[in-house]
């Protein structure tokens, strides 16, 4: 069983940072990828950047290329969404994601929101 522990959500203005962490933790725990999705009101959850944990390579959705950035402390099995430039559209819940295998399904954290004002 894995265990994730988000933090970092809050109010920002446009254009402004915030830093979102997501602990892992359980019993024999090894990740093979961690990532952030999110969930705007009355939207469905989509796919925000994610790391292959054991190569570092990281991968984003167009709409958040150039502003966020995935990071990992390998020590802590925590990765971290730096979010740089945030706009109102960038308002949801945000997820962090767990996967322990190439082909099992996601593990999800309890989720943090995150809200831009214009």
């Known amino acids: 069983q894995v265990q994730l522990v988000e933090s970092g959500g809050g109010l920002v203005q446009a254009g402004g940072s915030l830093r979102l962490s997501c602990a892992a933790s359980?019993?024999?725990?090894?990740?093979?990828?961690m990532g952030w999705f999110r969930q705007a009101p009355g939207k469905e959850r989509e796919f925000v950047a994610t790391m292959h944990w054991s190569s570092g390579n990281t991968y984003y959705a167009d709409s958040v290329k150039g502003r966020f950035t995935i990071s990992r402390d390998n020590a802590k099995n925590t990765a971290y969404l730096q979010m740089n430039s945030l706009k109102p559209e960038d308002t949801a819940v945000y997820y962090c994601a767990v996967k322990t295998t190439a082909t099992g399904s996601n593990y999800w954290g309890q989720g943090t929101q995150v809200t831009v004002s214009s």
């Open positions: 359980g019993r024999t725990f090894n990740a093979y990828t």
